[in-house]
Structures are given as C-alpha cells and as structure tokens.
C-alpha cells in the first residue's frame, strides 16, 4: 500500500521543484500557501513519529498508526498526478483543500494523534496514584507538608497527561512524581482510623475532647501533633 505521508512529501517536493516556473504574484502566493500547509502536515507526522519512538523506548503500550484508507490514498495519488500533468491548474483548483490537504490534516490529527494521546493519557491514569482530594483534606490540619507536596505532584501528573512527551525526560518526570506522590501517601494511609476522624473534625473545628481517645492521643504525642491541635 502506498503511504500516504510520503505521497504528501512527493507532493511538496513537486511543488517546490515547480516554485521557480510561476512568476505571477498570485500564483506564487497560492503556491507557497499550498506548500506550507503541506509542510505542516508532514511536521505534524514526524512529531507523531517522534513521540511513539519514545514511548516505545520506554515500554509504554502505544498502538501502531492508523492506515489511510483507500479513497483517501487515491486523492494523495490524483493530486500528484495532477500537479506532474499541470502543476498551475492543480494548485490553483480550490478544491484541492477540501479533496486533500483537510483529509490528510484530519487523518493526522484525529487518528494518528487521538491514538498516541489516548495511550499516553491511559498510560498515567495507570501509573498515577489513586488519590482523591476528599481523602487528603482530613489530615491537611495534621500533615499540611506532605499534603501540600501530594497535591503538587498530583497536579504535575495531571498537566503532563494533556499533552504528549516532548523528550524523555518528561516521561521520566511523570514516572518520578507518580512514585513520589504514591509513597508518601502510603505513608498517611498508615494512619489508624480513629486518628483521621479525630484530625478530620479537629481541621473544621468540631472536635471534642471526648473524641481524644487515649490510643489517639497516644498517637498524637508520639507523632509530636498533640501540641499542634486545639479543642
């Protein structure tokens, strides 16, 4: 099967080689337009490359690129035809837009890249912790650093998630911030039930001292917190 991104890069070249031919305004300014629409598709797809190269390397699951269809292919060919035949009226034609620099563009963006991001953003969603913001706001009163530290990371994690890897450090920043975030909150969970219903009511002011049990102050004072809280 032809593919369809070297069939885009023929057809710039084309272009180019015919660049020196046209001496009218018009038709060099169509000409350069055509030219740069197809040089950012072709930027787009070595970007995809370059992102699915490195999610490879880093053994994340990406799915192979989406194969153009057969119509789609055969106006990639009809407008390489075209242009060897009669590069001024090919180009000038409006409706080579609509026939094939919008197919190829769409065909790029909304399955080549849809995929690549849908596997990078499962991909975090599997490695990210699971941690919600109502099951560290009890112990903000208690342990505000290390919440504080849980809910940055978080939001890191996040922000990454929305758009693809540049480089591989970024990739190795997510994997760092996910393990972070995962051990320190281990560390909170560690905390017996009876403490967190104690900090919990103590942070919106409600706590009682019949709520101080004496295993929960035990706990308190050996974690240097009792003198911290007030009832």
């Not at 563009?105 to 913001?133: F, V």
Request: glycine share 4%.
């Amino acid at each position: 099967m032809v593919n369809l991104i070297d069939l885009a890069g023929e057809v710039q070249e084309l272009m180019q080689q015919y660049g020196d031919i046209g001496t009218e305004r018009e038709r060099m300014q169509i000409l350069n337009t055509r030219a740069k629409s197809i040089r950012d598709i072709r930027d787009k797809y070595d970007a995809a490359i370059v992102s699915s190269s490195m999610l490879h390397e880093t053994n994340i699951p990406v799915r192979p690129f989406a194969k153009a269809s057969r119509a789609l292919i055969n106006k990639c060919e009809k407008i390489k035809e075209g242009i060897e035949k009669n590069w001024d009226k090919t180009i000038r034609d409006p409706s080579i837009k609509a026939n094939f620099i919008d197919p190829v563009d769409d065909h790029i963006d909304k399955k080549i890249g849809k995929n690549l991001k849908e596997d990078w953003r499962s991909y975090i969603d599997a490695k990210a912790p699971k941690i919600t913001k109502a099951s560290l706001e009890p112990l903000a009163s208690g342990f505000g650093d290390t919440v504080e530290k849980i809910a940055g990371l978080l939001e890191e994690i996040s922000q990454f998630r929305e758009v693809l890897p540049g480089n591989l450090e970024q990739i190795a920043h997510v994997q760092q911030a996910a393990k972070e975030a995962s051990e320190a909150f281990e560390k909170l969970d560690k905390i017996p039930e009876a403490v967190r219903t104690f900090l919990a009511k103590a942070a919106k002011g409600e706590a009682l001292l019949t709520d101080l049990s004496e295993d929960v102050k035990d706990w308190l004072i050996e974690y240097k917190m009792l003198a911290h809280l007030r009832i």
